[in-house]
């Protein structure tokens, strides 16, 4: 079966599919293709947060700019996401984090995003489920919130085949011809796309995609884990994003308990998702010190996804310097899904070279060959 497009989009997840519906709305031909269903990667296993607290300006427009498309949804692109406006709270117990939460807090509201320096007694008001013990302050932007991830990747999907693209499920890609450094085609178990541009959004898989064009996406895969308590009937609501920030201990509401996870500092970066107790003892103590109410709910099953890492835990989005009209938009580290309204827009406009809304270009990856990295310390 062969196809001829454009584009190509590779990865069918949440930045593939919103990719793929704002070209097609802009009037490009697009096939999309995925080597599983379409949100089966990252974005299924995502814990669905989104917001705009960050310290880096880049991703405080992205994120800003994605809740108001996540607070439109319903209507572009037409779906209903299951959007709870709940808010996260950052919780503070070191001075440097104070001072350093101040600064973004700053720049945040010179971007117009409400977040605020709050006590430690109003993110006990918040969410009366955390200890407070040792808490310095707190960080508090009330239109950050959660909703699901398989719904916008639905949402994103169904409207981007309105709109006239092909999207191509277990399609795997093998190949991409780049030769004299123009894309002209690309290999799949399905045929050979014939197209003239492609776009890598293929998550923790990015490197391998790279290296098929001949570009370095410097992106490892790194397991993190999600898991559920149990019902919990006297559960003060709403339950806002609740992060223990220097531990990274993070619960919000979901159905009748919570989704509670934490990074692994032991964790090292490949392709693992099965599910392990090696971090269960280092996620208890963290409940136990922040949240012990939580000991008693007990857990309720979970499972293990793939971050997307990047040397200085953010994104790369740009095109390649030498393979024209490559592409790319991955290496999130952990707020991909969140970002995935506003940077399918950008990378609309950057194959249509068009200015788009926030200056990416110091999320290049050649920012790394020229010793200039850009980190954001807001991750989790």
Same mark, same amino acid.
């Given at each position: 079966?062969?196809?001829?497009?454009?584009?190509?989009?590779?990865?069918?997840?949440?930045?593939?599919?919103?990719?793929?519906?704002?070209?097609?709305?802009?009037?490009?031909?697009?096939?999309?293709?995925?080597?599983?269903?379409?949100?089966? +990667?990252? &974005?299924?296993?995502?814990?669905?947060?989104?917001?705009?607290?960050?310290? $880096?300006?880049?991703?405080?427009?992205?994120?800003?700019?994605?809740?108001?498309?996540?607070?439109?949804?319903?209507?572009?692109?037409?779906?209903?996401?299951?959007?709870?406006?709940?808010?996260?709270?950052?919780?503070?117990?070191?001075?440097?984090?104070?001072?350093?939460?101040? #600064?973004?807090?700053?720049?945040?509201? #010179? =971007?117009?995003? /409400?977040?605020?320096?709050?006590?430690?007694?109003?993110?006990?008001?918040?969410?009366? =489920?955390?200890? &407070? +013990?040792?808490?310095?302050?707190?960080?508090?932007?009330?239109?950050?919130?959660?909703?699901?991830?398989?719904?916008?990747?639905?949402?994103?999907?169904?409207? %981007?085949?309105?709109?006239?693209?092909?999207?191509?499920?277990?399609?795997? !890609?093998?190949?991409?011809? %780049?030769?004299?450094?123009?894309?002209?085609? !690309?290999? &799949?178990?399905?045929?050979?796309?014939?197209?003239?541009?492609?776009?890598?959004?293929?998550?923790?898989?990015?490197?391998? !995609?790279?290296?098929? @064009?001949?570009?370095?996406? /410097?992106?490892?895969? =790194?397991?993190?884990?999600? @898991?559920? &308590?149990?019902?919990?009937?006297?559960?003060?609501?709403?339950?806002?994003?609740?992060?223990?920030?220097?531990?990274?201990?993070?619960?919000?509401?979901?159905?009748?308990?919570?989704?509670?996870?934490?990074?692994?500092?032991?964790?090292?970066?490949?392709?693992?998702? $099965?599910?392990?107790?090696?971090?269960?003892?280092?996620?208890?103590?963290?409940?136990?010190?922040?949240?012990?109410?939580?000991?008693? %709910?007990?857990?309720?099953?979970?499972?293990?996804?793939?971050?997307?890492?990047?040397?200085?835990?953010?994104?790369?989005?740009? #095109? $390649?310097?030498?393979?024209?009209?490559?592409?790319? @938009?991955?290496?999130?580290? +952990?707020?991909?899904?969140?970002?995935?309204?506003?940077?399918?827009?950008?990378?609309?406009?950057?194959?249509?070279?068009?200015?788009?809304?926030?200056?990416?270009?110091?999320?290049?990856?050649?920012?790394?060959?020229?010793?200039?990295?850009?980190?954001?310390?807001?991750? !989790?």
């Amino acid at each position: 079966m062969g196809h001829e497009a454009d584009v190509v989009v590779i990865g069918g997840g949440v930045m593939g599919t919103s990719i793929a519906f704002h070209l097609a709305e802009a009037g490009v031909r697009v096939v999309l293709a995925e080597r599983d269903e379409l949100g089966s +990667g990252s &974005t299924c296993k995502a814990a669905g947060g989104v917001r705009a607290q960050f310290s $880096d300006e880049v991703n405080i427009r992205l994120g800003a700019r994605s809740l108001e498309a996540f607070a439109r949804f319903g209507e572009r692109p037409g779906q209903e996401i299951d959007l709870h406006r709940v808010g996260y709270l950052f919780l503070l117990s070191r001075p440097e984090d104070v001072a350093a939460f101040e #600064e973004s807090v700053a720049l945040q509201n #010179e =971007l117009g995003v /409400p977040s605020r320096m709050i006590t430690v007694a109003e993110a006990r008001r918040l969410s009366p =489920l955390i200890e &407070t +013990g040792g808490l310095l302050a707190a960080a508090f932007s009330p239109d950050d919130g959660h909703c699901t991830p398989e719904s916008v990747v639905l949402g994103y999907a169904t409207a %981007a085949r309105r709109h006239g693209a092909t999207l191509l499920t277990h399609c795997e !890609v093998l190949g991409i011809d %780049a030769d004299g450094g123009e894309v002209r085609a !690309v290999e &799949t178990s399905r045929g050979r796309i014939a197209a003239s541009a492609v776009v890598c959004a293929a998550g923790a898989w990015s490197a391998q !995609v790279g290296a098929m @064009a001949g570009v370095d996406l /410097p992106v490892e895969p =790194l397991r993190r884990q999600i @898991a559920f &308590t149990g019902p919990m009937p006297d559960l003060p609501r709403p339950v806002p994003m609740t992060i223990d920030f220097t531990t990274s201990f993070y619960f919000h509401g979901e159905g009748e308990g919570l989704m509670l996870g934490m990074s692994d500092p032991d964790e090292r970066p490949g392709f693992l998702l $099965d599910r392990t107790d090696a971090w269960l003892p280092r996620l208890t103590g963290a409940i136990a010190a922040r949240a012990p109410r939580l000991l008693d %709910a007990g857990l309720a099953g979970g499972w293990a996804g793939l971050y997307e890492v990047t040397p200085d835990h953010n994104a790369l989005i740009g #095109e $390649d310097g030498r393979v024209s009209r490559f592409l790319y @938009a991955t290496g999130f580290s +952990g707020h991909g899904f969140l970002q995935g309204p506003a940077v399918g827009e950008v990378v609309r406009d950057l194959y249509l070279r068009r200015e788009p809304f926030v200056d990416v270009a110091p999320l290049h990856a050649a920012r790394f060959a020229g010793d200039r990295p850009r980190p954001e310390i807001n991750c !989790v």
